[in-house]
């Protein structure tokens, strides 16, 4: 903030001493006329001149300061203990002054100024812990020098000096706005680089908190599925068994006293077991499905073609069962997926539809299509549907819309599961919703598959 005041200062100051030594180089020097302006010098070049002795490397700012001065009208002498360390001009000049002595009239006086044989005198003294100075500048009364010269020419210097003085400061100012600029831009990218390093480290401190949000929701899920899964286990597995059970001590017990009973009661016996391995059997495939990927290898096949194939070998069984099946497909519909999974996942919408079909004879619609990059499979019954609210929960294990699992006898709850375990595994997605006016629909989407 002070650095360029005083660079100006000094370069006026510089300025204008200069021209003055190129003045006294050719002759004209500076002239001490009257009592004041010597007191005025002295009050300058006495403090100069110590400064300059003691400091041996400034003492050409000593010489300099003199030689402003004609040697001829002026003597400048330096004592140190009685010991001369400075003088310049003409000694004779101090001494016709007969002044000598009186500096011992008042030995405390710090500097005394006298007027004798036409001639000013200042004596001054300086007392330090190794030095006593006595400081003599003798001067000739001028009358009609060339201070008036000194004087015009003053004015010519110091317009010279504020010259040189607006080009330094346009030249300083020019530096150092280039100076400022080029560290500005610098500070500002750094700002920028270091505001745009924290948007992207609070961008990813977001995304890593909305990720863990994510994460802790999604464990919270399956902790929750997991529970329902442990308690879906644990009651459609104890139904059977104590079917079982209870039909196993009836033979033991001789409840079953005849040979019709017997083989009646072995009958439930070896239904209820079937159904518990037939339980089992989707667990396991449940809960390894895709840990199994490399013992399922994917193949390329015209998913069209297969629903056809599959529906024209089943037509039979399902008839049976009381279902009707319609295949809508079109050609060239290629997917990558394992047939053995991709068969599953039919044969259990399918059971579905058997199972809880409301009338005697149900109907399904498959329909195939391609849509974009994506083959979509449509599998639509018109069964009794689900409510609204329970179709997001639809596909979790042993989720029944009915809470009560009175009807556990239709099925397990693990069909739906299968199913999107199945579509996970083969990269596809898989969505419900009712049909109207009544009836579900699964809607399976598989990623198309390149044409060799």
Do not use: W
Not at 68 to 94: A, Q
Not at 240 to 268: C, F, H, N, W
């Amino acid at each position: 903030m002070f650095v360029v005041p005083i660079l100006i200062a000094l370069v006026l100051l510089l300025s204008y001493f200069l021209g003055l030594k190129l003045l006294a180089n050719a002759g004209f020097y500076y002239r001490i006329e009257t009592e004041r302006t010597l007191k005025v010098v002295t009050r300058v070049l006495e403090p100069l001149t110590f400064y300059g002795l003691e400091n041996r490397d400034a003492q050409y700012i000593v010489d300099y300061s003199y030689g402003l001065f004609d040697p001829k009208e002026v003597y400048i002498e330096v004592l140190d203990k009685g010991r001369v360390i400075y003088r310049y001009g003409d000694p004779g000049i101090y001494n016709s002054s007969a002044i000598v002595g009186l500096l011992d009239v008042n030995p405390e006086l710090v500097g005394i100024m006298y007027q004798s044989n036409e001639t000013n005198v200042y004596e001054g003294r300086r007392r330090t812990d190794n030095h006593n100075y006595v400081y003599i500048f003798s001067a000739k009364e001028s009358i009609g020098g060339n201070n008036d010269l000194l004087e015009s020419v003053s004015v010519y210097i110091m317009i010279v000096a504020l010259l040189v003085l607006l080009l330094s400061f346009y030249l300083l100012n020019s530096f150092v706005t280039k100076f400022l600029m080029i560290h500005v831009k610098s500070m500002t990218k750094s700002l920028e680089t270091a505001n745009k390093s924290l948007e992207t480290a609070n961008e990813s401190l977001e995304s890593a908190y909305i990720s863990l949000e994510e994460a802790n929701h999604q464990i919270e899920i399956e902790q929750e599925q997991q529970k329902e899964l442990l308690a879906g286990i644990s009651h459609d597995i104890r139904t059977p068994l104590t079917a079982i059970k209870a039909y196993a001590e009836g033979v033991r017990d001789g409840i079953a006293p005849t040979d019709e009973q017997r083989s009646r009661y072995m009958e439930i016996i070896l239904k209820r077991a079937n159904d518990l391995e037939s339980m089992l059997e989707e667990l396991f495939l449940i809960t390894t499905a895709e840990y199994k990927e490399e013992s399922r290898p994917k193949q390329k096949i015209d998913l069209g073609r297969f629903v056809q194939v599959f529906c024209e070998e089943n037509a039979p069984h399902y008839k049976t069962r009381g279902i009707e099946i319609e295949v809508n497909a079109e050609k060239d519909a290629f997917i990558k997926v394992n047939p053995q999974l991709l068969q599953r996942v039919i044969q259990n919408v399918l059971n579905n539809s058997a199972k809880y079909k409301t009338a005697d004879i149900g109907h399904c619609v498959i329909d195939v299509a391609r849509k974009n990059d994506r083959i979509v499979c449509m599998l639509s019954d018109d069964g009794p549907g689900v409510p609204p609210e329970s179709l997001e929960r639809l596909m979790r294990p042993f989720y029944r819309v009915d809470p009560s699992r009175t009807n556990s006898q239709k099925g397990s709850g693990l069909g739906l599961s299968i199913i999107r375990r199945i579509m996970d595994v083969s990269d596809g997605d898989v969505a419900i919703e009712n049909v109207k006016p009544h009836g579900l629909r699964i809607i399976l989407e598989f990623p198309m598959g390149k044409v060799d």
